[in-house]
Nanobody
């Protein structure tokens, strides 16, 4: 098992930046499949970004390509999501997730495939 703890959420104005962190309790999954999801009120949870093999492959939702960057620090067992040029529509609760896998994720990400989840961190972008 692995525990995931997110941090770094907050409130920013449109155009601003935030960096989310996801600390894993063990190194077991940092080189497997990890991802960031988000869920806004009244909407389904959607995949935002994924990473495999500690950074060998990354993937992004079309809505965040060019603005968000997913990465890992394998020595710290931590995954990050750098979010730039934030928009009000990025407002949501952001969750990190992990699962064992044999290769990079296919898109769109399917949250049902992920085994372990963090508690979430709120991101609010004002216009």
């Amino acid at each position: 098992q692995v525990q995931l703890v997110e941090s770094g959420g907050g409130s920013v104005e449109a155009g601003g930046s935030l960096r989310l962190s996801c600390a894993a309790s063990s190194s077991s999954y940092i080189r497997n499949c990890m991802g960031w999801f988000r869920q806004a009120p009244g909407k389904e949870r959607e995949g935002v970004a994924s990473i495999y093999g500690g950074g060998i492959y990354t993937g992004y939702a079309d809505s965040v390509k060019g603005r968000f960057t997913i990465s890992t620090d394998n020595a710290k067992n931590t995954m990050y999501l750098q979010m730039n040029s934030l928009k009000p529509e990025d407002t949501a609760m952001y969750y990190c997730a992990a699962r064992a896998c044999r290769g990079p994720e296919l898109w769109p990400l399917q949250s049902t495939k992920y085994t372990y989840w963090g508690q979430g961190t709120q991101v609010t972008v004002s216009s």
